[in-house]
């Protein structure tokens, strides 16, 4: 499918004129659409809530604007839990998936009410010496080893994979959970990432369902919610074929009748804690071309950098370019396209083939919206780029300011000799 950028070169220049690139573009329609596709997609299940993973876009108007579409949020820390806690999440809306749980982060989450998904049986314990006592509602997430393999190239290691426990652990912690007061209990696992194929959640489901039926019998346990977490991926590359979030309601709802309802749980609710899927397609990060570079090889070098796009630099990840108002010319240049940090593999691409780039160009980045500003650091003294939210009615709103210097220097606010920069 080909990748369309959601904005024209006409509105960029346009918001460039308040906003100097680069900086992070979302579209609030097409975030909105897509959170009211996934809600159908699941409406037949009662108790369907999708818990917006916050580590993937954490902006404050992101967050308020997924609970209007009635999400939730899954936190991983204790800034996270804040935020959520500030954008007016209360209570069961917010779940608490951590690992490595520092003891505060859990009695911020309990005093917040959140639900507390437990990564590891010995958790059990700290949890109960930390807060005192085990919360009515828990959840425990699972770590079946092994191999998980959904299709040809879709393949994980759950068994290298840090998280979760083990079938027998899992047994355990449930009777145990229940023997100290627990009443409500859920059920999570993830078990692959990114994953561009209707078939995942289905097959993760049917893992997690048959392995409910067997809590039931052998302990007795009725769950109550089931987590299929993240893990829905996006197209990144343009020739690869976009999930349907409608037929993974379906494959989910036909694994449910088969599995679950027969076992007399058919009032178990499922709930997602989707990230990438929610928000990657309807984020992009704006750049310029600022210098062309001919030695070995032909270089663009833009205005952003790895900074503010970690992904391709860590993991050779693929984000699709448009460059502005050449939409149409052939891609008949080859180039490598870079940041200034003083690392190689600070390139947003390598060997592109993209239509000729003349300086003051500027170049979409595409399916940014997820995992994208929000893996910013700040290495080579870079600075983070502001957000801006495209609104639906076609005006932009800053939703986060770009970095200064004195944003820099604020943890030295104790130092006197940078009292200046500062
Ligand atoms: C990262 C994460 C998610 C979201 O993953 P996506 O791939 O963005 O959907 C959900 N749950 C947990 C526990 C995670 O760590």
Redo the contacts with the bound molecule.
Sequence with gaps: MEKKPFVTRQQIEEIAKTYPTPFYLYDERGIRENARAVREAFSWNQGFKEYF?V??TPNPFILKLLREMGCGT?C?SKTELLMSKACGFLGHEIMF?SNDTPAEEFVLADELGAIINLDDFTHIEYVEKTLGKIPETICCRFNPGGMFKVSNDIMDKPGDAKYGMTEEQILEAYRILRRKGAKRFGLHA?LA??TVTNEYYPLLAKVLFELAVKIKGETGVSLSFINL????GVPYRPNEEPNNIRVIGAGVRKVYEEVLVPAGLGDVSIFT?????MLAPYGVLVTKAIHEKHTYKEYIGVDACAVNLMRPAMYGAYHHITVLGKENEPCDHMYDVTGSLCENNDKFAIDRLLPEISIGDYLVLHDAG??GFAMGYNYNGKLKSAELLLKEDGSVALIRRAETPEDYFATFDFCDILKDVR
């Design positions: 993973a580590k993937a899954d991983s998936s993830f990432s990114n977490s993240g893990g829905i804690e989707l990230g990438r899927f997820a995992h």
